[in-house]
């Protein structure tokens, strides 16, 4: 079995109903963090990892996301004609990679997405990256996981310890440490109460997934929220072959949420050498003034 990870798929088809109205007519997905749309963090991270095919799953209102990774003819002339490098660099700099687009008819949730992308995967293994879920640009998340899948030839999801108070936010698994930051997968559930919550590791945006979880998709029924849930799908697959959960103790940020989204655009901003000495400044006096009209 080949284990190179070369695929990945990038669901971008659902309809952001938390940015409501910025997401009416445009995508979720196009929403900037400091300069760059949050996919275009995603579709790094992967090129970063030697991924070579990149399979974004659009839909309804989405079609900004393909303008996006287009090239931009009369843009590029123009800032070629008036010198100006960099951002021409910037805007060309992914003009090689492969891209496809499926379009997902309707939204009816991530395991029907994934499985949108059945005929381009094919029977590979494959990468799946949320693009709300921002990853630092420093951590290493799916290098490692995909060395984890090089290790077992089995699925691996990333996890992440949440507050209890939070597990109704996410897929949170049973499972048992196999190693350092390794847990063996037992049982899964989609969006749990945290009554019924059999932990807090809580699954986030990344998995390696093999070609066996489509059979599964096929058949599945709707779950959670009436829709085709991937988690359904992967606690289904347990019956034939072993998931491992990866802990990731970095950086993430939940920026398909209003307040993840403003944590990771100030940490972005910290890092982007334009701004980030006048931002860090700003930053600092507006601390300065919430703290004296606390006191006050
Ligand atoms: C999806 C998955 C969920 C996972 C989460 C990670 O939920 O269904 O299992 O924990 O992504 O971000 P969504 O955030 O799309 O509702």
């Given amino acids: 079995m080949d284990k190179k990870i070369k695929k990945a798929i990038f669901p971008a088809g659902g309809l952001g ?30 090129i970063g990892c030697n991924i070579e095919e990149f399979i974004i799953i659009t839909g309804k209102y989405k079609r900004a996301i393909e303008d996006h990774f287009d090239s931009a003819y009369e ?15 910037e805007i060309t700099r992914l003009n090689h990679i492969k891209l496809a687009y499926i379009r997902q008819r309707a939204a009816l949730g991530l395991g029907h997405a994934i499985l949108c992308a059945k005929p381009f995967v094919k029977d590979e293994p494959f990468a799946v990256l949320l693009s709300d ?11 490692d996981m995909i060395r984890l899948y090089g290790k077992y030839g089995c699925p691996v999801v990333a996890l992440e310890e949440v507050p209890i108070s939070e597990v109704n936010k996410y897929g949170i698994i049973k499972g048992t440490a196999a190693g350092d930051s390794v847990y063996k997968i037992s049982d899964l559930i989609e969006k749990p109460s945290k009554e ?39 606690k289904a ?19 398909g949420d209003k307040l993840g989204y403003l944590k990771a655009t100030v940490n972005f901003a910290l890092k982007n050498t334009e701004i980030s000495d006048s931002f860090a400044r700003y930053l600092l006096d507006i601390t300065m003034t919430l703290k004296h009209k606390k006191q006050h």
């Fill in 17 to 46: 109903t938390r940015f409501l109205p910025a997401t009416k007519a445009s995508p979720k997905e196009m929403l900037p963090i400091v300069d760059k749309p949050m996919i275009q963090y995603a579709i790094e991270e992967a």
């Fill in 75 to 89: 843009l590029e002339e123009n800032l070629r004609k008036s010198d100006k490098k960099k951002l021409l660099e």
């Fill in 133 to 143: 879920d921002v990853i630092d640009t420093e951590e290493t998340l799916l290098k």
């Fill in 196 to 234: 019924k919550a059999p932990s807090n590791l809580a699954i986030i945006g990344r998995y390696i997934l093999t070609s066996e979880i489509f059979a599964i998709l096929e058949k599945l029924p709707p779950g959670k929220g009436g829709e085709i849930q991937l988690t359904d799908a992967l």
């Fill in 237 to 255: 697959l347990l019956k034939k072959q072993a998931i491992y959960g990866y802990l990731f103790k970095g950086k993430r940020y939940d920026a």
